[in-house]
């Protein structure tokens, strides 16, 4: 049988990082490693062709090769999926539906053949197996969760690396915490369940004799969800693993309490992790109370941000305004913790009602959930009808983004950032690719965001006070331009 793995295109978003990827001329941020676990769990003896519609077209030959289509993908790739789904039907292409959009919103996709729900681990092989028994079903779903210890390594050998800037692996799944917005405990439970160290070096053994030696995300919801085994098991192997391997560097998801840990984020930066992305929604102690987010409640959180930054784990932060308590000035406050703080990439996005979430359940009983959510963080959008006026939370929130990405704020944040943060002595070794890569993303800067850019007073002087203050952090200062311009054009694009 032949398969394409189809993944839906993504829009323009705020992790997308589209207009920073030209800078090192990367077509994609990273690949879809649902669908390269899945095509692990297929027959050996099928066909498989991945189409990465943030890498490459769909084509007509694709379509008249496969006998169906295998496609995932999140929320925020609706509309693409749409399109992936017509053009299958078009051409007579069975398709097979799984992921975090399809589990959460089956009954959106009446048109699809076979929806295989959950995680894949569960659902997959009993779809299989009718499959070719000529008995397949619509449905197929699980109430439980999946042994990650009998997850398959990826598929990686269906990528073109060079397309990507990033490559990810997946240590655990669930999160011990029961925020009420978020949908991770919904989809994948309360207890984290992990992979064996030994998988994982496994996973990374093979990406680095493929030729891979650049960054790795751990896409975990929250590493530190099970800490014993990442202390005792896990970071042990990577510290042992990455010392002939220098170029691979680590970033991941964590609850803040990793600030509490000095041994843990010793033990992380000297395996490779140097950034860490923080789920602290808001400073307004009644919104943390409200959403249940236990874990961030009376505490000092710009020591707790500062900590990590000291110890070499450059902080990015996600927050959320529309609570029902938070008041006109609330967006201010977060705004003047985040210059504080010196948290550079801060995705400031309106409150969603998620299916499956609590909040959901919630405020669809008191009929304040008006339509579908996007799935985009940031496009100024909420599907809740909030406490506020709605025109007011939308006007008061652009306006607060757009300050928050304007060059003066932006890279005022950045010398806060480096005024604090600790290089890891443990540095990255790269060879010439890399290193070539780095060369051409700076002159690149120099013309785009040096000369013609509107930032450009303040990529200068940014770069003047590196040279003299943190001359260590000089690429990375460069890098965090980038990034900052990727995020004004994106923000930009779609508040306006």
């Given at each position: 049988m032949n398969v394409l793995l189809v993944y839906p295109e993504f829009p323009d978003t705020f992790w997308s990082f589209k207009h920073a990827l030209r800078f090192i001329r990367k077509k994609a941020a990273y690949p879809p490693l649902g669908l390269l676990t899945v095509a692990s769990m297929l027959p050996r003896d099928w066909s498989k062709r991945l189409v990465d519609l943030n890498v490459r077209e769909l084509t007509a030959d694709d379509l008249a090769w496969a006998d169906c289509a295998f496609v995932s993908a999140m929320a925020v790739q609706r509309e693409s999926v749409r399109r992936v789904i017509a053009r299958c039907q078009q051409a007579a292409v069975r398709v097979v539906a799984g992921g975090p959009l399809f589990t959460a919103e089956p009954d959106e996709f009446p048109e699809v053949d076979h929806l295989v729900l959950g995680e894949a681990e569960l659902t997959l092989l009993p779809f299989l197996e009718d499959l070719c028994h000529g008995r397949a079903k619509h449905l197929y779903?699980?109430?439980?969760?999946?042994?990650?210890?009998?997850?398959?390594?990826?598929t990686w050998e269906l990528l073109d690396l060079g397309n990507y800037a990033t490559?990810?692996?997946?240590?655990?799944?669930?999160?011990?915490?029961?925020?009420?917005?978020?949908?991770?405990?919904?989809?994948?439970?309360?207890?984290?369940?992990?992979?064996?160290?030994?998988?994982?070096?496994?996973?990374?053994?093979?990406?680095?004799?493929?030729g891979w030696d650049g960054n790795v995300f751990f896409v975990d919801d929250n590493l530190i969800g099970?800490?014993?085994?990442?202390?005792?098991?896990?970071?042990?192997?990577?510290?042992?693993?990455?010392?002939?391997?220098?170029?691979?560097?680590f970033n991941t998801?964590?609850?803040?309490?990793?600030?509490?840990?000095?041994?843990l984020m010793r033990q992380m930066v000297e395996a490779g992790f140097d950034m860490v992305f923080v789920g602290i929604e808001t400073t307004n102690e009644a919104g943390l109370a409200e959403c249940n987010k236990k874990t961030n409640l009376n505490r000092d959180l710009v020591a707790d941000v500062k900590r990590m930054h000291r110890a070499g784990l450059q902080v990015q932060g996600g927050f959320i305004v529309g609570f029902d308590s938070d008041t006109p000035s609330t967006l201010q406050r977060l705004t003047d913790f985040i210059q504080s703080a010196g948290i550079v990439t801060a995705m400031v996005g309106l409150l969603?009602?998620?299916?499956?979430?609590?909040?959901?359940?919630?405020?669809?009983?008191?009929?304040?959930?008006?339509?579908?959510?996007?799935?985009?963080?940031?496009?100024?959008?909420?599907?809740?009808?909030p406490v506020a006026g709605g025109e007011l939370v939308r006007d008061g929130?652009?306006?607060?983004?757009?300050?928050?990405?304007?060059?003066?704020?932006?890279?005022?944040?950045?010398?806060?950032?480096?005024?604090?943060?600790?290089k890891p002595r443990v540095?990255?070794?790269?060879?010439?690719?890399?290193?070539?890569?780095?060369?051409?993303?700076?002159?690149?800067?120099v013309c785009r965001l040096g000369?013609?850019?509107?930032?450009?007073?303040?990529?200068?002087?940014?770069?003047?006070?590196?040279?003299?203050?943190?001359?260590?952090?000089?690429?990375?200062a460069v890098t965090l331009s980038i990034y900052g311009y990727h995020f004004r054009r994106s923000c930009e694009a779609r508040l306006t």
């Open positions: 779903a699980t109430s439980g969760y999946a042994d990650m210890r009998a997850s398959p390594p990826p490559m990810c692996v997946q240590y655990s799944r669930g999160c011990p915490y029961d925020c009420e917005f978020c949908n991770v405990t919904a989809l994948l439970g309360h207890r984290p369940r992990t992979k064996s160290a030994d998988q994982i070096i496994g996973e990374l053994q093979s990406l680095h004799g493929l099970n800490k014993k085994d990442l202390k005792t098991e896990l970071l042990p192997a990577l510290i042992e693993w990455r010392r002939r391997r220098r170029g691979i560097t998801e964590a609850s803040i309490n990793l600030a509490d840990d000095p041994e969603q009602a998620l299916p499956g979430t609590r909040l959901h359940k919630r405020l669809l009983e008191a009929g304040r959930v008006l339509e579908r959510h996007s799935g985009d963080n940031v496009d100024g959008t909420t599907n809740i009808v929130y652009r306006a607060g983004l757009r300050r928050l990405y304007s060059p003066q704020v932006y890279y005022q944040r950045i010398r806060a950032f480096l005024r604090d943060y600790r540095a990255a070794r790269w060879g010439w690719a890399p290193a070539l890569s780095k060369l051409w993303a700076f002159v690149l800067s000369i013609v850019g509107k930032e450009r007073i303040e990529y200068w002087k940014l770069l003047v006070w590196t040279v003299f203050r943190r001359p260590r952090a000089f690429g990375l």
